[in-house]
């Protein structure tokens, strides 16, 4: 009874929101308040796979359900990322019958890894993809040992996993559940030398052995053997090798794919994606397919023009050094002369006013290839202190701290215009700088 209520009020509430954008986590949270135990209460018609990791969970799941419609396939799937309890309710109550049945051939549900234990304590996917696990917002989270362990506590014996072979950490989740893996090659882009400051696996996760690493795509992910117990990258079934980053194209397990967004941690997100769909039963060559057509959410990687100048704003994730250390990357990408906007906020959104994780990315990569670095946000004196260790010359940063100023800043740089700002403020700088 308090089930069926649940999903008529959860569903009333999705209906009622919806036209307002409100109706991603409240209608579920509602439903959980009325039945608190309702995740455990649906009944599933096909395969429920959940998509965790620190970074690239979102656009991995979004991949994974794109290519799931894209071979005809029903999918409920959490799009917006809302990967909490309430979000992960307010896509099963609005998949499912009164009933509670889930009519849908695949559940597709990105979940925070830090929440698993919440939202998988009544109920359980039948696969578990994680792309990565790292130091992500510290001060909330803890370091990594910790969110792994939450992840351990929330995976049941039953679930297969589905885990990313370059990385040591999260390849040794669940060590007893059956598993599969997927890996990368070492690319022309691959380094000898980790180039990012945040490394969490500098010594082996399972003897506290010193690693040696044959090759990083980024961070701690790459080609690992511990020197003292051998624990070294796994055998795995997906493979993406032969990357050409002229065309965008390369090659899992030979079948050929082609993407616009060429860099290695979205290569290794896409493998991440293929090798997913293919457990849950899809053909191969089909999912290589598929997912050459994929199109990312302009969301994160937004390009514009500003007067006579190009601009393009990349987002990560707030008090994320590994997200933003994949920013710096694209930017890099860019040919040409650029001026770097950075805001850094994190007083406004969170309870969490740290800025430690400004310590861990690697600002030093754009020493000597960028016009300028223009600071603004709340916490634009730290970020300046930050850029000064860095070794910046100072004539080469600006920091305005309020933002209505910023413009006239701007205005006074050369070159494309690359903002690196979290989603929460993309709005209000881009208001500002293309007014
Ligand atoms: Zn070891």
Same mark, same amino acid.
Do not use: M, W
């Given at each position: 009874m308090k089930m069926k209520l649940a999903l008529i009020l959860g569903k009333l509430l999705y209906l009622l929101g919806k036209p307002f954008g409100k109706s991603t986590n409240l209608p579920g949270e509602l439903a959980l308040k009325i039945c608190p135990h309702l995740l455990g209460k649906f009944r599933f018609d096909g395969k429920v796979l959940a998509v965790t990791g620190s970074n690239g969970k979102t656009s991995t799941a979004n991949m994974v359900a794109y290519i799931l419609k894209q071979q005809g396939y029903t999918v409920a799937h959490?799009?917006?990322?809302?990967?909490l309890t309430g979000g992960v309710a307010t896509t099963l109550l609005t998949a499912a019958?009164?009933?509670?049945?889930?009519?849908?051939?695949f559940v597709v549900l990105e979940v925070d890894e830090r929440f698993s234990r919440l939202i998988f304590r009544d109920f359980s996917p039948d696969a578990l993809l994680c792309t990565n696990l790292f130091r992500d917002q510290l001060t909330r989270n803890g370091n990594v040992d910790v969110i792994l362990e939450k992840l351990h506590e929330a995976i049941r014996p039953s679930v297969k996993l589905i885990l990313n072979g370059n990385d040591p950490i999260s390849a040794d989740?669940?060590?007893a559940n059956q598993r599969v893996y997927y890996g990368m090659a070492q690319?022309?882009?691959?380094?000898?030398?980790?180039?990012?400051?945040?490394?969490?696996?500098?010594?082996?996760?399972?003897?506290f052995g010193r690693m040696d690493y044959?090759?990083?795509?980024? /961070? &701690?992910?790459g080609g690992f053997r511990c020197t003292?117990?051998?624990?070294t990258n796994p055998d795995w079934r997906y493979t993406a090798d032969q990357v050409d980053f002229a065309s965008g194209d390369f090659t899992i397990n030979g079948y050929r794919v082609h993407t616009d967004y060429k860099d290695l941690f979205n290569l290794l997100n896409i493998t991440a994606a293929v090798a997913a769909c293919s457990e849950l039963g899809l053909d191969l060559e089909q999912c290589c397919r598929a997912v050459s057509t994929f199109v990312p959410l302009k969301q994160r990687y937004d390009e514009f023009q500003v007067g006579d100048r190009r601009a393009v704003m990349i987002l990560s994730k707030n008090q994320n050094p590994v997200s933003f250390d994949q920013s710096i990357s694209h930017l890099l990408e860019r040919e040409g002369e650029k001026t770097v906007v950075v805001f850094i906020n994190?007083? /406004? &959104?969170?309870?969490h006013r740290d800025t430690t994780w400004l310590y861990d990315i690697?600002?030093?990569?754009l020493l000597g290839k960028v016009n300028a670095i223009v600071g603004t946000g709340p916490r634009a004196y730290d970020l300046a202190v930050r850029l000064k260790l860095a070794g910046?010359?100072?004539?080469?940063v600006r920091i305005e701290r309020n933002l209505s100023q910023l413009k006239a800043v701007v205005d006074k740089t050369r070159g494309d215009i690359c903002i690196l700002t979290e989603l929460y403020d993309a709005k209000s700088i881009l208001e500002v700088i293309s007014k």
């Open positions: 959490n799009a917006k990322g809302s990967n019958s009164l009933s509670g049945r889930v009519r849908r051939d989740l669940a060590p690319t022309a882009q691959s380094s000898q030398k980790c180039l990012n400051i945040t490394h969490d696996a500098k010594v082996c996760p399972r003897c044959s090759y990083y795509h980024y /961070n &701690h992910i003292k117990c051998g624990y994190n007083i /406004n &959104h969170t309870g690697s600002f030093e990569r910046f010359p100072s004539e080469q």
